[in-house]
């Protein structure tokens, strides 16, 4: 953490802020966070056992454990340790953001000060492989880095590929609606999804969203009379927009009861009217490509579909806070390029720091002016093709 906080010269809010990130773990695990979280002894056991047999326990918890276990940490004593490689991997995201330019103003603090992102780093799951993957990928695919988006994403294939489907889904709408998108783009992404809907494509059979979401209405201990079934795939849309809404801001203040609940409560409703406006700003950025638009099928369609199928409010602020984040994140990073609203930026550009789009937009910018200068200086030549002097 000292090497990355270092490398990524952060001031000094911020590192004491990436401290505070790495004291929750502790301060989680010595509260007994053991009885907030069951499932955090699946992958401290799943990544001790893939160092001791090199075989895989199952499918998601199997592949996280094999991935945390070759994490260069010497033991696993407990949950901590998987808690704590969480933490390093929010902070090596935070340094590879920063040095790619997205992690300066309103995005940044919105990386650091997200409590649900605060929380779930801290305990010992999944959700710090989850967190990486997700900012890799949607960060390549709005630089149009396909082969490396692809390949950021595919852990998700083997941890959760209900995201890997949600993400790849939102990339083919994207291909398939922004007129200046490339051919080449719209070809591979349709055989990506081709492939994926070949393999994967019963995870959004209706019968399937059925079967999972009747499931977790009933673990949830729901009134079955009240319950009711989808008939078709109108109903995805139909029961699926409202309930992602709902989705997006559960638990409501009338509905919170435990203090955890309280805090995610207000949570939801700074990060909802935050989403709100990203949302509507995003249709309008004119930015190559319109990167905007990829983010909100992104969060629409993993908004509505999680809302069909959770129920419980803890499930769902876990289930979320990844697309969330990454929404917010690049959202109001995409705001600073398309208006130029960060100084910083300019500086970014000429040390060679500012990503692709970045880039792009700085690039386009300047193009433009240069037209209209040259309109001008011609608008202004008299009838020998003399420009007339000007004052500057």
Not at 74 to 96: D, G, K, Q, R
């Amino acid at each position: 953490m000292v090497i990355i906080a270092k490398r990524s010269h952060m001031a000094v809010l911020t590192k004491w802020l990436m401290l505070g990130h790495l004291m929750a773990a502790f301060a989680l695990y010595f509260g007994g966070s053991m009885s907030i979280f069951g499932d955090q002894i699946k992958y401290f056991k799943a990544a001790n056992h893939f160092r001791e047999t090199l075989d895989l326990i199952s499918m998601t918890e199997g592949f996280a454990g094999m991935m945390l276990a070759v994490f260069p940490i010497p033991a696993y004593p407990s949950h901590l340790s998987v808690a704590l490689v969480n933490t390093v991997l929010f902070a090596l995201t935070f340094w590879f953001l920063r040095r790619a330019g997205v992690m300066y103003g309103l995005p940044k603090w919105i990386y650091l000060f997200y409590p649900s992102v605060a929380l779930y780093m801290a305990l010992g799951l999944r959700e710090g492989l989850i967190f990486v993957s997700m900012f890799l990928s949607v960060y390549y695919l709005i630089n149009m880095r396909l082969v490396f988006a692809f390949a950021a994403a595919a852990p998700l294939v083997f941890i959760k590929p209900q995201n890997f489907l949600m993400l790849g889904m939102a990339g083919f709408l994207w291909t398939m609606i922004v007129p200046s998108v490339k051919l080449y783009v719209r070809v591979l992404m349709g055989a990506v999804a081709a492939v994926a809907l070949l393999y994967m494509g019963q995870w959004f059979s209706v019968d399937k969203v059925e079967y999972y979401r009747w499931a977790m209405y009933v673990e949830d201990h729901g009134d079955p009379e009240a319950y009711q079934k989808l008939d078709g795939y109108a109903d995805l849309l139909r029961v699926g927009i409202p309930d992602g809404l709902y989705f997006m801001l559960k638990p409501l203040p009338w509905e919170a009861e435990k203090p955890i609940q309280i805090v995610q409560s207000i949570e939801n409703m700074v990060i909802g009217v935050m989403a709100l406006i990203a949302f509507l700003r995003n249709w309008t950025l004119k930015l190559p490509n319109r990167p905007g638009v990829l983010l909100n099928f992104m969060l629409g369609v993993s908004m509505v579909i999680y809302g069909l199928v959770v129920y419980n409010y803890g499930t769902a602020a876990r289930y979320r806070f990844h697309f969330i984040a990454v929404f917010l994140v690049y959202s109001y990073h995409l705001h600073y390029l398309a208006t130029w609203g960060r100084p910083s930026l300019h500086f970014l550009a000429h040390s060679g720091q500012l990503p692709l789009l970045g880039q792009h937009v700085l690039a386009s910018a300047a193009f433009s002016n240069a037209q209209s200068q040259a309109n001008t200086s011609s608008a202004s030549a008299g009838p020998t093709g003399q420009t007339a002097p000007s004052a500057s």
